[in-house]
T-cell receptor, first 112, second 112 residues
């Protein structure tokens, strides 16, 4: 099966600071990646995605960076807010297009 | 309101007693998928469906069945549940295999 991992299981940041969450993937055939967040007691919620023909994509306060050379993905959150507190995890499609493999997640805690 | 609805939210059952977890979406999505979430393992894909009458195995399909007779519904069937199927289950839908997926609130299943 796929191996999608995260470098750190927990991350605590001060409100207003920037956050960076990292993700390593193992399948070089993966051509689509997604970041989700999951708040306690809820289902995952889409944050941002990126295809392998890009190395950077920006959304509102979030940026995803993709380094295919080292099979690394990162999520940057600008001006982190308490509402950003959640488990954030990445997913890849293994090049299949339809099947997804998820990492275990990083627990992001924003300190007011 | 656009949503994915799972029922039931909580279920305790005994080994071997067939059960069905329903999933319904109101967004006219072609792609639907089932995941299980276990501590330390992240989300693992059980089955997915690209459209009506089209279903495929995910990473952990053993012990599960699905059907896709209508576009909006994608029930998960456990013919003979076992304790190792105790888990938190999520249904998700999206327009295609790629792109933002919308997740249900989850079904916490306990098999004793």
């Amino acid at each position: 099966g796929e191996s999608v991992g995260l470098h750190l299981p927990t991350l605590s940041v001060q409100e207003g600071d920037n956050s960076i969450i990292n993700c390593a993937y193992s399948n070089s055939a993966s051509d689509y990646f997604i970041w989700y967040k999951q708040e306690s007691g809820k289902g995952p919620q889409f944050i941002i995605d990126i295809r392998s023909n890009m190395d950077k994509r920006q959304g509102q306060r979030v940026t995803v960076l993709l380094n295919k050379t080292v099979k690394h993905l990162s999520l940057q959150i600008a001006a982190t807010q308490p509402g950003d507190s959640a488990v954030c995890f990445c997913a890849e499609n293994g090049g299949t297009g339809n099947q997804f493999y998820f990492g275990t997640g990083t627990s992001l805690t924003v300190i007011p | 309101e656009a949503q994915v609805t799972q029922n039931p939210r909580y279920l305790i059952t005994v080994t071997g007693k067939k059960l069905t977890v329903t999933c319904s979406q109101n967004m006219n999505h072609e792609y639907m998928s089932w995941y299980r979430q276990d501590p330390g393992l992240g989300l693992r894909q059980i089955y997915y469906s690209m459209n009506v009458e089209v279903t495929d195995k995910g990473d952990v399909p053993e012990g599960y069945k699905v059907s896709r007779k209508e576009k909006r519904n994608f029930p998960l069937i456990l013919e003979s549940p076992s304790p190792n199927q105790t888990s938190l289950y999520f249904c998700a839908s999206s327009f295609g295999g790629l792109g933002e997926a919308f997740f249900g609130q989850g079904t916490r299943l306990t098999v004793v």
